[in-house]
Structures are given as structure tokens and as C-alpha cells.
């Protein structure tokens, strides 16, 4: 299983909504990482986990607020999002390799908007 | 601060013509570059990373520290070819952080 598998594939909410999104992968990856894409634009990152403690979160507003359970699943908890929120947002994984990592491994994505 | 730039944001070439999709990077510590492609409605995937010296799709790429340039070549490009095409520079800091350049849209015609 080569897969990284996120839930659901699309969002609305309202901007008083609580929802969260979800990602999990079994190729025992140690690292998990949310990524931000707006429309034409590259993938930003916003959190990384790495051995399930969080690494990195690139000055992201306190409304996202990630999660990571166990070493297959990682969260993301929206709570007061705004329009402007509304973005593809993407999980990937990777593993440690022979002094390098493996490639990030992306999954689909989640369409999330706004309301 | 590190920084990719895809001067292209399309480039459009006719079927068995050669493309080169250009990549340029800003980095002071020992680059990782890769190319990671998005075909329509499927998800990011990657296409080369520099260590590895493949040639995944006919497609190949070398790492030029001097021009600091990590262009993506093809000889020969076909209509599946079309996609989104992102230079990506990696840091290995006990993970793998990713800083993506804006992306060149290949759009190869019949």
C-alpha cells in the first residue's frame, strides 16, 4: 500500500463550523506533513510531524489546529475559518533512508471551502 | 532563504518536439532538488529527485550547482506529458521540508 489516503474529498462550511480533516497512510512513514494549495498556486507547507510530535508549524493561525493520533493518522481541526481559507489542502508522508528520506508521498487532497 | 523560480508558467510545444522546463534554486546549505508532476485530477506525484539519476518517463534532469539549475529535459515530448510540472528544493532536517517553485503547465499539442 502506497497510498496516502484522505477524507473526506470535499468540504463546505460556514465560518462558525467545526470540521475536521483527515489522512492516513500504512507504509509506516514517520513523518506527515499538511500542506496549503490555493488555486494556481504551489503547495505551501504548514505543519510537519515527525515520530508523531509536530516539528513545524509555519506560522499558521491558532483556527487550524493539526493532530496526530498514531504513527498512520494525522488531523486537522478547523474551527472559525475564514473565505480566504478555502484552498486544496493536502497530507503527505515520508520516511527516513539511508541518510536522506524518501520521496513525500501526497494524497489527493481535500477541497475545502468556505462559506 | 531558500527559493525556487519557474521563470515558465506554460509552455507549449508540438508533439515530438524537445522541452526543457527550467528550474533555478537559492539554498546555502547542500540542495535536494526534485520534480513533482500533477496530471489532471490525479494527485501530486513525483517525477525525478537528483540523487536518484533516473530517467522516469523519458524524462531526465541534472543538478547543476554552479547555475545553481536543476532543468527538467525530454527529447521527445508526447501529449500524455501534459501537466503541471513543480521544481521542488528539500531540506533533510530530520524530515523532509519541501519549498515548491510556482510550477510550469506543459501543454503539448498533436
Known amino acids: 500500500d502506497t497510498e496516502v489516503t484522505q477524507t473526506p474529498k470535499h468540504l463546505v462550511m460556514g465560518m462558525t463550523n467545526k470540521k475536521s480533516l483527515k489522512c492516513e497512510q500504512h507504509?509506516?512513514?514517520?513523518?506527515m506533513y499538511w500542506y496549503k494549495q490555493k488555486a494556481k498556486k504551489p503547495p505551501e507547507l504548514m505543519f510537519v510531524?515527525?515520530?508523531?510530535?509536530?516539528?513545524i508549524n509555519e506560522s499558521v493561525p491558532s483556527r487550524f489546529s493539526p493532530e496526530c493520533p498514531n504513527s498512520s493518522l494525522l488531523n486537522l481541526h478547523l474551527h472559525a475559518l475564514q473565505p480566504e481559507d478555502s484552498a486544496l489542502y493536502l497530507c503527505?508522508?515520508?520516511?527516513?533512508?539511508?541518510?536522506?528520506?524518501?520521496?513525500?508521498?501526497f494524497g489527493q487532497g481535500t477541497r475545502l471551502t468556505v462559506v | 532563504a531558500q527559493r525556487v523560480t519557474q521563470p515558465e508558467k506554460l509552455l507549449s510545444v508540438f508533439k515530438g518536439a524537445p522541452v526543457e522546463l527550467k528550474c533555478n534554486y537559492s539554498?546555502?546549505?547542500?540542495?535536494?532538488l526534485f520534480w513533482y508532476v500533477q496530471y489532471s485530477r490525479q494527485r501530486l506525484q513525483l517525477l525525478l529527485r537528483h540523487i536518484s539519476r533516473e530517467s522516469i518517463k523519458g524524462f531526465t534532469a541534472d543538478l547543476n550547482k554552479g547555475e545553481t539549475s536543476f532543468h527538467l529535459k525530454k527529447p521527445f515530448a508526447q501529449e500524455e506529458d501534459s501537466a503541471m510540472y513543480y521544481c521542488?528544493?528539500?531540506?533533510?532536517?530530520?524530515?523532509?521540508?519541501?519549498?515548491f517553485g510556482t510550477g510550469t503547465r506543459l501543454l503539448v499539442s498533436p
Open positions: 539554498y546555502s546549505g547542500s540542495p535536494e
Open positions: 521542488a528544493l528539500g531540506q533533510n532536517t530530520g524530515f523532509q521540508k519541501l519549498v
Open positions: 510531524y515527525s515520530y508523531e510530535k509536530l516539528s
Open positions: 503527505a508522508s515520508s520516511h527516513p533512508a539511508g541518510g536522506s528520506y524518501t520521496e513525500a508521498f
Open positions: 507504509m509506516g512513514h514517520r513523518a
